[in-house]
């Protein structure tokens, strides 16, 4: 009996997979030309102004999507152009947890209503937390 439940998961597992290895080639080829696209452009979104560039970098990020270590390697290359750590962090947030042009993707395996959810959710989020960490840090005034 034990033997049968775990062959029908595995071929149900199997099959899954199959179904979604296409949408996720496709999402991670999108990911890439993004990514590649608006790298060259990051450090010109940026205005300097403290209440705008954080939303730019929220946007920004919710808009790349990325694996978090190349989120730090970005991060550090605006820091060392000069955008504020607020605008970063918010930029990183979003970079790693906003997957705008992944919500097809997410809504056809957990729901429509979730995967909206949970970036409108995140992207909020990610604004407060780059706030709450800035500050903790004692970098805003």
Do not use: C
């Amino acid at each position: 009996m034990q033997t049968k439940n775990t062959k029908e998961a595995l071929h149900q597992t199997v099959n899954l997979f199959k179904t979604m290895l296409p949408m996720l080639f496709g999402m991670l080829l999108l990911v890439s030309l993004m990514q590649q696209l608006f790298q060259q452009h990051y450090q010109s979104w940026f205005t300097g102004n403290y209440i705008l560039d954080p939303l730019i970098g929220t946007l920004a990020g919710a808009i790349s999507f990325g694996i978090p270590i190349t989120s730090y390697i970005a991060g550090g290359e605006l820091v060392k152009g000069g955008v504020s750590l607020l605008a970063v962090t918010a930029f990183i947030m979003t970079w790693t947890t906003v997957g705008l042009i992944m919500i097809p993707w997410e809504a056809s395996f957990l729901g429509k209503r979730f995967a909206i959810a949970r970036n409108i959710l995140n992207f909020f989020f990610a604004l407060l937390i780059a706030m709450a960490t800035v500050y903790t840090l004692g970098l805003l005034s």
